[in-house]
């Protein structure tokens, strides 16, 4: 029930992206720089604001049992995509976009606003540590996956400026609060709470806009893209809670794996595949087919796995 409610509270914002869309109240530019605060500003105060918060103690074990957690579950995820693409009969040159797509999900815009309103500071210190394979990942093995079957070069590849971003420093700085228990003056505190709070309504505002351009009747036309997202947001995520539950105890833990699993394609694939010369197009629709499908799957696997 608290997952169903967080995901109405996420569609309605959604929508008001999308009726900004269709109002003009909002548009590419608008869009973009909404995008870049929250990416390089609200979600780094988002992050950080979770190490201020020493009301819940946590071991140096727990945090390194997340941190290892989070490691496998993205090497279970590129294990899958190797096949994924073959099991759908993909063309042979949409085979990087489609294991980006398994392997990435979006945990920046949707994963750490869920956590939040679901398991509190607690889960986003956990969900922070997600951060760190994912930036990793995504600019390394993410590239050359998108390069799969094209006749595209690297430019550059692998950069540790972009792997070392707004994002990653934020989950550093998080920790060290957390594990250190600095006192931090209350005005600086509440302008990192202020500023934390644009996350949510930005990011969800920007998802829908981002919707609003999209045909749905292209969305569900495609019987490869849908088989797709039942795998990647129905089937991987149970699959992959009923392993966890063997090793995890901690519910909190769990259900922040759970949510970091079970989240839509990241946005970031659209724009790998539009630099890279992957299938920007299924890319793009990959993104907004699993978001809207997202807010019935979330609240209704999460049922399923975590009772």
Known sequence: MILLEQMFVLFVLMLVGIICRKTGMMNDK?????????VNIASPAFIISAGLNNDEIVSNR????????SVFIYM??????????????AKKSHYGTYRVMTIFSNIGFMG?????ATY???GLLYAAFFQFPFNLLIYTYGIRAMQYGTEEESEGGFSWKLVINAGVIAVFVSVVCYLTHIHVPGPVESVITGLSGLTVPMSMMVIGYALGGMKLKDLFSDYRLMLFSVIKLIVIPIIGVFILKIFIRDTTLLGVCFIMIATPVASM???????????EETASRGVALTTL???ITIPLVGAICLR
């Open 30 to 38: 608008v869009s973009k720089g909404m995008s870049g605060i929250v």
């Open 62 to 69: 727990q945090l390194l049992t997340c941190l290892l957690t």
């Open 76 to 89: 279970g995820l590129i294990l899958i995509a190797i096949f994924l693409p073959r099991i759908i009969k």
């Open 112 to 116: 750490f606003p869920i956590v939040s």
């Open 120 to 122: 509190g500071s607690l």
């Open 269 to 279: 694939t659209a724009m790998l595949a539009q630099y890279y010369g992957g299938d």
């Open 293 to 295: 499908l997202s807010v």
